[in-house]
């Protein structure tokens, strides 16, 4: 029986022998010994020891039956028991595996419940992408980050600043749009209001920027276009961010910095033109004129000069035209010009000036016209002008002061070339609005050089009057060894030759439009009236030729140095 019946506990589940071992029931089954035979062997015996009584008598089987029942019953009873036993461990296993079935159903309702919610929440998923599809970039359209918030209402200004501020106007714009072609959307009008704070505390952030910028300007010993550069081009983006959303802050702001930066350039100029005026400058009166006596020519310097130097050569140009040839573009700076001892002439120092004016005024315009480029072009010039007016002024009045009362024609004129010079420069770098401050000078200094000029004919036609007496007068100029009788060259022809050598040097290219051909004309005349008034002072008509032909060979021999002779100067 044993081996059976542990036969029996393999075939059960493992949870259920667990089971039973765990509630005792098998824990120690009696033992029966049936002589190594099955229950269906020992069965059979007793149907054939059956079978066998009745061929062999009963009365024999029987007892034969009731003597080994009789040695067996024990072993009966313990089967007996074992079989309750087993009835016992079955029906707790029945009992087991209802309830496990019951679980089991339970289980699988829950699963197909939770395959019905897997089925509903796959459907809303569905829904929910396609929804997601057509309304996503619509919503992503006027969404804004927090990230974005954050950086515009609490972040300092710097690249992803500018980068958070120009997707809120993006936003700003589509929302705009938005409203416009879907009025009364609610998703629309809940970030309005939210748009509305943002974009002004963005504006609160830029003014504040922008005004501690115009206060470091006014700093001393600051250099203004560092802080153009870095402080103001390179966050351009915010005065055109303040132009569309709030233009009458951001015109209260360009003319807070109109006004510190007409305060900055007229006072850096005016210190500068105080350090040029300390400069020594040759001056050419009108004593120093082609008629004038030899004697009452002298030259002089300013009156806060203290050496008193010789006095240069007024009609003779010679290393004065490397100032047009030079390709230093840089000015003197203040603190050499006040240090320089050495003496110049006029066009030094407005050649410096207006050349540091010229850089500053192309700087300033530029960086105008790229800042306030939400502005129109008038508006930018007009800005422009205001910035830079009264530094212009202060210009043409050095000007004014260092060619009022001189006589130096090719001063006057390099002057004048310099200016060209100026005007050529500011076209190539496309700075239109300085072109009222060149034309002004020009009005300065032209009608000057004509003065010059006439103030040299008006010497030579004083120089030769119409008397024998003033003739000879004219010839004593020649030095006090010649006599009326010399056929040398005058120094008057030599400095006449000598100013048109100039002149026509600094006039190679000139126009037709220029009045140095109409001067020239008449200072020819007047020069050649002048030796020919001489010339009959002369004895004999051989004399008399030989002194025409001495004098004009060294205009010719003087004037020949010039490689090249505009047209328009040429005589008709």
Same mark, same amino acid.
Request: hydrophobic residues 30%; aromatic residues 8%; negative net charge.
């Given at each position: 029986m044993a081996p059976h019946y542990d036969n029996l506990l393999s075939r059960l589940p493992p949870t259920i022998s667990q089971i039973l071992n765990r509630e005792g029931k098998v824990q120690n089954p009696p033992t029966i010994d049936f002589g190594g035979?099955?229950?269906?062997?020992?069965?059979?015996?007793? =149907?054939?020891?059956?079978?066998?009584?009745?061929?062999?008598?009963?009365?024999?089987?029987?007892? @034969?039956?009731?003597?080994?029942?009789?040695?067996?019953?024990?072993?009966?009873?313990?089967?007996?028991?074992?079989?309750?036993?087993?009835?016992?461990?079955?029906?707790?296993?029945?009992?087991?595996?209802?309830?496990?079935?019951?679980d089991l159903g339970v289980v699988s309702a829950e699963i197909e419940s939770l395959q019905s919610r897997s089925t509903a929440? @796959? =459907?809303?998923?569905?829904?929910?992408?396609?929804?997601?599809?057509?309304?996503?970039?619509?919503?992503?359209?006027?969404s804004i980050s927090p990230a974005i918030v954050r950086k515009i209402s609490e972040g300092t200004i710097d690249d992803a600043w500018i980068a958070s501020l120009a997707e809120l106007e993006h936003r700003s714009k589509t929302v705009e749009t938005k409203a416009k072609e879907q009025p009364n959307t609610k998703a629309i009008e809940d970030a309005k209001p939210l748009l509305r704070n943002l974009i002004s505390r963005a504006l609160e952030v830029i003014r504040d920027y922008l005004v501690a910028q115009i206060k470091a300007l006014r700093s001393p010993n600051i250099n203004a276009q560092i802080i153009q550069r870095q402080s103001f081009l390179r966050y351009k983006a915010l005065y055109a961010f303040l132009a569309r959303h709030h233009p009458t802050l951001a015109e209260e702001i360009g003319q807070a910095y109109i006004n510190t930066m007409r305060w900055y350039y007229l006072t850096h100029f005016t210190r500068y033109q105080k350090a040029l005026e300390k400069m020594k400058i040759f001056v050419i009166e009108k004593q120093d004129v082609l008629g004038a006596d030899e004697s009452a020519r002298k030259g002089n310097l300013l009156p806060s000069s203290k050496a008193a130097l010789s006095a240069p050569d007024a009609f003779n140009l010679g290393r004065r035209l490397d100032l047009l040839k030079t390709t230093n573009e840089t000015a003197l700076a203040s603190y050499l010009a006040e240090e320089n001892k050495t003496t110049h002439h006029l066009e030094v120092p407005f050649r410096n000036f207006n050349l540091a004016l010229v850089d500053n005024a192309s700087a300033e315009f530029s960086f105008m016209a790229e800042f306030f480029a939400p502005d129109s072009f008038h508006r930018i010039s007009r800005r422009f002008s205001d910035v830079f007016g009264p530094t212009f002024a202060l210009g043409q009045a050095l000007t004014r002061s260092l060619v009022e009362g001189t006589?130096?024609?090719?001063?006057?004129?390099?002057?004048?070339?310099? @200016?060209?010079?100026?005007a050529f420069e500011l076209q190539r770098r496309r700075v239109p609005a300085v072109e009222s401050y060149v034309n002004g000078t020009n009005m300065l200094l032209w009608p000057r050089f004509q003065m010059v000029m006439d103030l040299h004919c008006d010497s030579l036609r004083r120089a030769t009057s119409s008397t024998p007496r003033g003739a000879a007068s004219a010839l004593s100029l020649s030095g006090p060894a010649s006599t009326a009788q010399s056929a040398a060259p005058l120094p008057t022809t030599q400095r006449f030759a000598q100013l048109l050598q100039g002149i026509l040097a600094l006039?190679?290219?000139?126009?037709?439009?220029?009045?140095?051909?109409?001067?020239?004309?008449?200072?020819?005349?007047?020069?050649?009236?002048?030796?020919?008034?001489?010339?009959?002072?002369?004895?004999?008509?051989?004399?008399?030729?030989?002194?025409?032909?001495? @004098?004009?060979?060294?205009?010719l021999t003087i004037i020949e140095a010039c490689h090249s002779i505009s047209p328009w100067l040429l005589p008709p």
């Open positions: 035979q099955t229950l269906q062997e020992l069965a059979q015996g007793h =149907q054939g020891v059956e079978k066998t009584g009745h061929h062999g008598g009963k009365d024999e089987n029987r007892a @034969n039956s009731v003597e080994k029942y009789e040695k067996e019953k024990d072993t009966f009873e313990d089967l007996h028991k074992s079989i309750l036993g087993c009835d016992d461990v079955l029906k707790s296993v029945e009992l087991y595996l209802t309830s496990f079935q019951t929440l @796959n =459907q809303k998923l569905d829904n929910r992408k396609a929804v997601e599809r057509v309304l996503g970039p619509m919503v992503e359209e006027f006589a130096d024609g090719l001063g006057v004129l390099m002057c004048v070339r310099l @200016n060209q010079r100026f006039s190679s290219e000139a126009g037709d439009d220029e009045p140095v051909s109409s001067s020239l004309g008449r200072l020819r005349n007047d020069f050649e009236a002048f030796l020919t008034k001489l010339s009959k002072a002369v004895g004999d008509s051989r004399r008399r030729e030989r002194f025409l032909f001495n @004098n004009y060979s060294l205009v």
